[in-house]
């Protein structure tokens, strides 16, 4: 553990990766010792942290930070869900917190919250009737506030306990089937447009509505941020369907982002595909590449960082793997 002196009698310790912490004694009534050492989060930033130390002088006393998980929660929401997440994000992080976190632990203070409280909020969500992947997340948002809180100041450290993060649950992707495919693919325009974009390009629903007919660079299909990771993806796409947005001028689509479940019920209802959702349609981009292409370069072209993601994604279904089967064991 590094220890860099502040000022006379004043230190910061560099310990846990690349937080910067102090060090106070607090009085404890009742203490066999009379009181033990605190630890205060300041970040990551050197200079930052001497200014939060000086600041709240914490040689001598404790930080201002005693308020309830709900403030914390309030100031998660506010500072790092605001700078590191998309509106989307955003917006689900407020209903998990508001629907789920506050209710059950927002009247406790930060600094008392204990493993078993989070064990007792898991048995909670559970109990709700929730989906496993929705417990999943929403127990995932809970532990990322905790691991800002410690980070920022309102508790010492992290009370999240091992192995209390249920397995997420592994689906297949859902693909569409090759008369599926050209239903969508037939039915009337803007629907059917949308569709063959997503089928060609391996889009998402949300990078579909913010398509621009300037972003076509020959058979080259630039979808940009802010997509779900952020990142620039150019994407080849097949001569039909580049000469079709080549005859479109701004928007190729009429759609928002929001209305995606407007847009599956009315493909549903044109081509007659039963339970459609727009992202079969990446998953059926997915699963054709991965019996034509690498899969690192399907990581790249669907835009993941890690190729496990790529892997689930382009799992094929139990037709294609039986399909598969029956060619190798008949020659």
Not at 180 to 205: H, K, Q, T, Y
Not at 227 to 245: D, F, N, Y
């Amino acid at each position: 553990m590094k220890r860099i002196r502040v000022a006379s009698g004043t230190y910061l310790y560099l310990r846990r990766g690349s937080t910067y912490y102090a060090r106070a004694w607090v009085k404890i009534i009742g203490h066999r010792r009379g009181g033990k050492d605190r630890w205060y989060a300041l970040g990551r930033d050197l200079e930052e942290a001497k200014r939060k130390l000086l600041k709240l002088k914490l040689a001598g006393r404790a930080p201002d930070h005693e308020g309830t998980v709900e403030e914390a929660a309030k100031a998660w929401i506010s500072t790092y869900v605001q700078a590191h997440r998309n509106e989307k994000g955003r917006q689900l992080a407020e209903s998990r917190i508001r629907d789920h976190l506050t209710p059950f632990l927002g009247s406790i203070r930060a600094r008392a919250v204990t493993p078993d409280h989070l064990r007792r909020y898991r048995s909670y969500l559970e109990g709700k009737g929730l989906k496993e992947l929705s417990v999943v997340h929403v127990l995932s948002d809970a532990r990322c506030l905790l691991g800002w809180a410690a980070e920022s100041g309102w508790i010492e450290r992290s009370p999240w306990p091992r192995r209390l993060m249920p397995k997420a649950p592994e689906n297949p992707p859902r693909y569409l089937t090759e008369e599926e495919r050209r239903a969508v693919e037939s039915i009337e325009d803007p629907w059917g447009f949308g569709c063959r974009i997503m089928l060609g390009s391996g889009a998402r629903f949300g990078e579909l509505t913010r398509l621009q007919a300037d972003d076509l660079e020959g058979d080259v299909l630039c979808i940009h941020g802010p997509t779900k990771s952020r990142r620039l993806r150019r994407v080849p796409v097949p001569q039909a369907l580049a000469a079709e947005i080549r005859r479109h001028v701004g928007k190729l689509v009429p759609f928002e982002a929001k209305n995606v479940p407007l847009f599956n019920r009315a493909v549903e209802r044109k081509s007659g595909v039963k339970g459609f959702g727009s992202h079969q349609c990446r998953h059926t981009y997915a699963a054709w590449h991965a019996q034509h292409g690498s899969l690192e370069a399907l990581r790249q072209l669907l835009g993941h960082r890690d190729i496990a993601t790529t892997s689930r994604y382009a799992r094929l279904g139990e037709d294609l793997v039986l399909a598969e089967g029956r060619r190798v064991a008949h020659g």
